[in-house]
């Protein structure tokens, strides 16, 4: 069985996302791949959230700088996901 990620349940996970996000702080979610990892960023990316969102992507096709940027503090003022 192929790990899928509907297009609902990212909905569901942006609403908690949204109704969870404080900030300065950090969430952790983990999805099966890089295309389910992709879909999720654009559906958070750019949207008007209460907090703002600092989304990154851990993945082995991430490049190494972009990764270590997951293990700094969040960005003043943001919810780093």
Request: net charge neutral; with cysteine; charged share 15%.
């Given at each position: 069985v192929k790990p899928e990620v509907s297009p609902e349940l990212r909905k569901v996970i942006c609403e908690a996302v949204w109704k969870m996000c404080q900030p300065d702080s950090c969430i952790l979610i983990f999805l099966p791949g890089i295309g389910e990892i992709g879909a999720l960023q654009d559906d958070l990316d750019g949207k008007n959230t209460p907090v703002p969102l600092q989304v990154l992507v851990l993945h082995s096709l991430v490049p190494k700088e972009e990764?270590?940027?997951?293990?700094?503090?969040?960005?003043?003022?943001?919810?780093?996901?």
């Open positions: 990764q270590d940027l997951a293990m700094q503090p969040a960005l003043a003022g943001h919810c780093k996901i």
